[in-house]
């Protein structure tokens, strides 16, 4: 094959070296070790558009961060620390936030950033039908106390305003650029880097050049910062092998071996898990899901091993609970709760009347790994419970938040207690499809939202082990989350991000 | 000739009309969630509804596609559901990058299509072997096969061409011929190969006419009964599948785009459907068409041009 491809290439060179006399590209990225010329950051999304309205975390993190400095900022291990906010304080009820501002920051149109601009900020995000609008939910006013205070009123206490601080809530953009024509494609932030519109090609390649009366000298800003979208993992690896980018996250893990050749490096962090979410938990499509006993068989009949090796080439870990390794709640001895025992599982299924087996319809969608799917059939045909796959295409996740099924595959995040819990625990979360409410569940999240740290430490624990012995989940493994760099870069993985933010992105010393 | 084009004119509006309905009407009625899919899984539904509001998604689709009409009519159409450009600005930024490769490609395929048919067709023997089995494998290969056997070789091991990315011709002509040789590249072998079998066919059965004869009888040079005569006889059908290749090269120009990052219509295409971006997604259908029926015209005009009998037809 690949002397066959020689020779169709070669032919295709001859013809080829008569339209052009070969191409002397120019090496891009730090040749020397911390060069901070110029930097250039792969990337697997493009941002919908830099006003409110296309605000985004995730894969589309650095984008922003990159015009818009956050009021907070984490440092990689989860902790919050200052941005533009110097100092925060809550009052007893942790309904009342005051934040410090830096002073003396502007934007770069000369706008102050003061008081009334972050205030005029999340007044704009919250009037916004911004992706993220939920970041502001708990927010009841806003304030500007004096130029350099703000005081954010909580309607009820939110264990996760901190985070939204340190994410699109906390992006603070120029208010007299909101009105501009170009706002969409022209940010004005006060961020360590300007985009440069001219050298910019929307969706495919984003260039940016240092702002140079940026405030924090602890950063080390490089002249010029290149963002260069791949929507297709083989263009990324084949850039990755060129030496065109110099770091990027990367999930194609068959080819991470070539990658790390290539001279990678492999930052990794555990965000999501991966497994079966067993959402009908009180019957109303399958009646066998509302006893604990079939759950609970589910989670044994899964050879969560050799589907982590098959699907992910043992790049995860095995687990039986949902609150990640980076979260308070998370519990080590958790993670080997159920082992694999098909013989468990069918006395458990017998024991709850379904001796003879039971049958579940679950919904697919072409993006999940295929395999994986069968595996899943396969593990639990093994013990009795026949799944059939319906295939919903797009609709996936309106379909699954619409209760239409009683039990589904699903990767999510799980960074803080909080997150956890309203994505996938309160009776309003996100993925309770199906609204399980259960009194010791209620009073525990209670004391999460509202307790004082150490309580709500306490209480993700228990809460988490008792989803874990109810068998709330199926959870498989935590799914490792690569982020490649070139060794002339210093990275530290976010703990709740699947890109580092870009202030975590520094030139090696 | 103007009756000819008024007709054609007319027909290709007609077709344009019900390609860009039927289009509008399959993106709207999916039946998928759009603001969902625009915000996110992520989303709540609060901010799901407000952006369905703002997007005009609750009015009656025949209005909103009327609305549409007489903005495309005017050459308006629309503006992206993610940085609000407007779709024909961006449509104009991408279109240059990918006709610049399907045209390259094109031009270069005819020339060594028809070198390696005339060749084969005269010389046939070894040398027609060669071709015929040139052509079935550069047929059978798909084009990302082709493009990523061309990285790997030229890209990685020798690094003569940067593997991924593009350089605007403005910025400097040689680095951007450099930064489309592999993805023209890859395109060329497959057209190549449909084009040269056709040419080659062609070529044999207009050598086998009498005219040929007759025209050696009287002592003609080969060369130029050849090349003068039976060529330009076998033109028309080289032309033709020249034309389908060229359609077809718009399809394979997506995945090459994708495969080597470089920024086209393709690339556009497919992140706009990717993030449900209908405008854009529109906005691609209708020049893809318009490129498409204007290609068509042209091919008949030029086999007009070669073949006085087709203008009547």
């Not at chain 1, 419970?385 to 239409?404: P, Q, W, Y």
């Amino acid at each position: 094959m690949r002397r066959r491809m020689l020779a169709f290439a070669a032919a295709a060179a001859v013809l080829l070296t008569a339209a052009c006399g070969g191409g002397d590209e120019t090496a891009t990225g730090g040749e020397t070790t911390g060069s901070t010329a110029s930097l250039v950051l792969g990337q697997i999304d493009i941002p919908a558009s830099f006003d409110v309205l296309g605000y985004a975390s995730g894969t589309k993190m650095q984008y922003f961060t990159a015009v818009y400095d956050t009021l907070l900022r984490q440092d990689g291990a989860g902790e919050i620390v200052p941005g533009l906010v110097t100092d925060w304080a809550y009052d007893d009820t942790r309904t009342v936030l005051t934040l410090t501002l830096r002073e003396g920051v502007t934007f770069t149109d000369g706008v102050a950033l003061d008081a009334d601009a972050v205030v005029a900020n999340i007044e704009h995000f919250r009037g916004s039908s911004t992706p993220d609008l939920s970041n502001a939910a708990y927010v009841d006013t806003v304030t500007a106390v004096d130029a350099t205070t703000v005081e954010i009123t909580l309607t009820e206490p939110d264990p996760m305003m901190l985070t939204w601080l340190t994410q699109p809530l906390g992006y603070m953009s120029s208010p007299e650029s909101w009105e501009n024509e170009d706002v969409a494609t022209n940010p004005v932030g006060s961020g360590p880097y300007v985009l440069d519109t001219e050298a910019t090609v929307v969706g495919s390649t984003y260039v940016f050049t240092k702002n140079p009366d940026y405030w924090d000298d602890s950063l080390q800003l490089f002249d010029t910062l290149t963002m260069s979208y791949y929507a297709d993992q083989s263009a990324l690896l084949n850039a990755l092998q060129g030496g065109q980018v110099d770091a990027a996250p990367f999930s194609q893990f068959s080819a991470l071996e070539q990658v790390e050749a290539a001279g990678y490096e492999s930052n990794v962090s555990r965000l999501d898990w991966e497994g079966l979410m067993l959402l009908d938990r009180d019957g109303a499509l399958d009646p066998a899901l509302a006893d604990v006993r079939v759950r609970q068989a589910i989670n044994h009949a899964i050879a969560k091993d050799s589907i982590l090796s098959a699907i992910l080439l043992d790049h995860g870990t095995v687990t039986s609970q949902i609150f990640g390794p980076s979260t308070d709640g998370y519990d080590e001895s958790l993670d080997g709760y159920y082992t694999y025992d098909p013989d468990r599982a069918k006395a458990l299924l017998a024991e709850a009347g379904y001796a003879d087996g039971l049958e579940l319809t679950m919904p697919s969608t072409s993006a999940i790994d295929q395999a994986l799917l069968t595996s899943i059939q396969q593990q639990l045909a093994d013990v009795g419970i026949t799944v059939s796959f319906t295939d919903v295409g797009t609709n996936f996740i309106s379909d699954l938040m619409g209760a239409k099924y009683g039990s589904s595959w699903m990767r999510l995040a799980s960074s803080s207690d909080w997150q956890t819990a309203t994505f996938a625990l309160t009776p309003d979360a996100l993925f309770n499809s199906f609204r399980t409410q259960r009194p010791e569940v209620d009073a525990l999240l209670e004391t999460v939202q509202k307790g004082t740290e150490e309580e709500a430490d306490a209480a993700a624990q228990e809460l988490n082990r008792y989803v874990v012995e109810e068998a709330w989940f199926a959870p498989f493994y935590f799914v490792d989350n690569v982020y490649v760099s070139q060794p002339t870069l210093d990275v530290t993985p976010a703990a709740d991000m699947v890109v580092p933010y870009l202030y975590l992105i520094q030139p090696a010393a | 000739m103007l009756r000819f084009l008024v007709r054609r004119t007319v027909a290709g509006a007609a077709m344009l009309l019900v390609i860009s309905t039927l289009a509008f009407t399959l993106l709207y009625l999916t039946g998928a969630d759009i603001a969902r899919n625009l915000l996110g899984d992520n989303a709540s539904q609060e901010a799901v509804d407000l952006r369905a509001a703002q997007l005009g998604l609750d009015r009656p689709l025949g209005e909103r596609y009327l609305d549409w009409l007489s903005g495309a009519v005017r050459g308006d159409l629309g503006t992206s559901w993610f940085g609000g450009s407007s779709v024909v600005d961006l449509l104009a930024s991408r279109l240059g990058v990918t006709l610049s490769l399907v045209v390259l490609s094109t031009l270069l395929s005819a020339v060594v299509a028809t070198v390696l048919g005339v060749w084969a067709a005269v010389r046939r023997g070894w040398v027609d072997r060669v071709v015929q089995v040139f052509s079935m494998a550069g047929a059978a290969i798909p084009n990302y096969l082709v493009a990523l056997g061309l990285v790997l070789v030229f890209a990685i091991d020798l690094a003569w061409f940067a593997p991924t990315g593009y350089t605007r011709p403005e910025v400097s002509v040689g680095a951007w011929l450099a930064s489309i040789a592999l993805p023209v590249a890859a395109l060329t072998v497959g057209c190549i190969a449909g084009t040269a079998q056709q040419v080659r066919s062609a070529m044999i059965d207009a050598l086998r006419q009498d005219y040929v004869r007759t025209l050696r009888s009287r002592g003609l040079p080969e060369r130029s009964v050849v090349y003068r005569h039976v060529l330009r006889n076998a033109a028309g059908p080289g032309l033709s599948v020249l034309a389908l290749q060229f359609v077809g090269l718009l399809g394979g120009a997506v995945v090459i785009e994708q495969m080597f990052a470089v920024p086209g219509l393709g690339a556009l295409s497919v992140a706009s459907t990717r993030q449900g971006d209908i405008p854009v997604i529109m906005g691609v259908v209708v020049v893809i068409a318009v490129i498409v029926i204007l290609v068509n015209l042209l091919i008949d005009l030029a086999q007009g041009w070669l073949d006085p009998k087709a203008r009547t037809a």
